[in-house]
């Protein structure tokens, strides 16, 4: 879900997929450290944002001009 929604943000928006991912990464970062079941063990233990980082690799910004920012 997470790798589908940057490749459409993508798609119109490099940068702003790039930003969506990480402002999602930063809470899904917080949350995991900050919230915690009943035994003490983080509820959130994968941070779905990473798979867009290893396999997207995050998408390059270009101008009109076709040349990188």
Do not use: Q
Not at 23 to 34: M, N
Request: aromatic residues 6%; positive net charge; hydrophobic residues 35%.
């Amino acid at each position: 879900m997470v790798l589908a929604r940057h490749r459409k943000i993508g798609r119109k928006t490099p940068a702003s997929a790039n930003k969506w991912g990480r402002y999602l990464r930063a809470l899904l970062t917080f949350a995991a450290g900050r919230y915690t079941d009943s035994e003490g063990r983080p509820i959130l233990t994968d941070n779905a944002v990473n798979l867009v980082i290893t396999t997207e690799r995050l998408r390059t910004p270009m101008d009109g001009s076709g040349t990188l920012c």
